[in-house]
């Protein structure tokens, strides 16, 4: 009990460090980090607000990693916001992401 404990204040330690200030702070964005390889890395950009072509800023198909701010982002394998693909939770890292990301849309109503 007391190692799944100390674990836990290990990874608690690990999120409060990595995580962006605007966490904690209160203030926050309606961003969204897109990374060109898996577990981010490679090439990345920062997303902020709702792109219906990300071809307009290079970055259509590159996907393959993101991290997600104070909002939830949907992508979609086409340009439009057409054939949705999946939706990214607020605060979260996802290290692969399918090939194919071609628009993405924020979530406003939790803004």
């Not at 979609?76 to 194919?100: C, E």
């Amino acid at each position: 009990m007391k190692k799944i404990f100390l674990m836990l204040m290990a990874f608690s330690l690990v999120y409060v460090l990595a995580a962006p200030s605007s966490t904690f702070a209160g203030g926050g964005s309606n961003c969204v980090t897109l990374y060109s390889k898996a577990n981010f890395k490679g090439e990345h950009i920062r997303v902020c607000g709702d792109r219906k072509d990300l071809s307009k800023i290079g970055w259509n198909d590159k996907t393959r990693s993101m991290k997600t701010e104070d909002i939830t982002v949907y992508l979609y394998f086409d340009k439009n916001y057409k054939k949705y693909y999946a939706k990214g939770l607020p605060h979260t890292w996802y290290q692969h992401v399918q090939a194919g990301v071609s628009s993405l849309r924020f979530n406003t109503i939790e803004a």
